[in-house]
């Protein structure tokens, strides 16, 4: 396995002749992480106050070891698939998830989370770090524990590197970030947005991407996930009652989602470091992205990156509302 990037997109792709790894998620066979299961006696990278445990991923789509050795290929680039892959076990209870756990309990995983991206951005070799949560079935839930998972890539992703060249395009024409500029109009507003907290809100984005697409963000401007949540006292359990119910919310709709973090890239490495990521911390913004898995579709998807949605957000976000 390698990385290969397509000189057309500049996307870095995974390729190779790998068998394909079948998802164990409703399985129905016994429980690999919980007591007495084949992976429950390795050493954890990490283990909370709280009993959230991190593990290397038994089977890592990117490699610890090494470095990632660039190479050309006439027109082309490779490397190596040098990088981190964890699981983050989020309660020693198998089906304890995120929807139904206290909030206590979900602000100790969001605790977790900050400690690894703090711990794995120290890694000169990574440029960015991903965390994101699987549910269900559609949804590629990987092992029937309640879990997440965290990669660390000696790249940006392409999505990710669009944003950020987007939000630093708002901020030069008009010195503010795009964020805090669509917070403002969401709450001015109203119909969109789902809950706010003193410090967060989540709101349905005016441009979805899929059905009841929903977004967490700080009401304040802050750019690093990682360090936002370090630096504010009770941050994180305020934040977690807002992603507990976002995810409730959800589960009234589908059982199939995905949930990623997004923060600012490693920019204390100095490869590939340039001018362009100089004013992150002031145009950019963290948040939590949830995106359902709803299986009927009225219409084919037939042109890539222009997204059908069949649910209108502010019709999604009152029955969101409603679900609460």
């Known amino acids: 396995m390698e990385l290969r990037k397509d000189p057309v997109t500049q996307s870095w792709m995974l390729v190779g002749d790998e068998a394909p790894v079948v998802s164990t998620g409703d399985s129905g066979a016994a429980c690999e992480w919980c007591t007495g299961g084949r992976l ?7 283990v909370s106050p709280g009993g959230v445990r991190v593990y290397p991923h038994p089977r890592p789509t990117f490699q610890i070891e090494g470095s990632p050795s660039h190479a050309g290929e006439g027109l082309y680039d490779r490397m190596r698939t040098v990088g981190a892959h964890e699981v983050v076990l989020e309660s020693a209870a198998h089906e304890r998830q995120l929807s139904v756990a206290s909030d206590h309990e979900v602000s100790d995983v969001l605790n977790v989370f900050a400690a690894r991206i703090v711990d794995l951005k120290k890694d000169q070799r990574f440029r960015y770090v991903t965390v994101f949560k699987n549910s269900g079935r559609l949804g590629g839930e990987e092992f029937s524990h309640a879990h997440s998972q965290i990669t660390a890539t000696p790249f940006i992703p392409r999505r990710m590197v669009y944003v950020l060249k987007s939000a630093r395009a708002h901020f030069q024409a008009k010195e503010r970030c795009v964020f805090c500029d669509i917070v403002q109009e ?11 907290t003193p410090n967060y809100i989540a709101l349905c984005p005016f441009a979805p991407r899929v059905p009841y697409e929903l977004w967490i963000l700080p009401r304040y401007h802050a750019a690093s ?5 370090g630096s504010r006292a009770g ?8 992603v507990r119910r976002s995810l ?14 997004h923060t600012t890239p490693n920019t204390s490495t100095q490869r590939g470091v340039t001018v362009q990521w100089t004013t992150i911390a002031d145009d950019y ?9 709803v299986e009927k579709r009225t219409r084919a998807y037939s042109i890539k990156e222009v997204y059908y949605c069949p649910v209108s957000p502010e019709k999604a ?7 609460s």
């Open 186 to 196: 969401e709450e001015s507003r109203g119909v969109r947005v789902v809950e706010t």
């Open 235 to 242: 941050a994180s359990l305020e934040l977690a009652g807002v």
């Open 317 to 323: 976000a009152e029955e969101l509302r409603r679900s």
């Open 285 to 293: 913004h963290w948040h939590i992205e949830v995106l359902p898995i």
């Open 40 to 46: 429950e006696s390795r050493r954890p990278i990490l």
């Open 248 to 261: 409730a919310r959800v589960k009234h709709i589908t059982d199939d989602c995905h949930m990623v973090l």
């Open 225 to 229: 996930y990682e360090e936002d949540l």
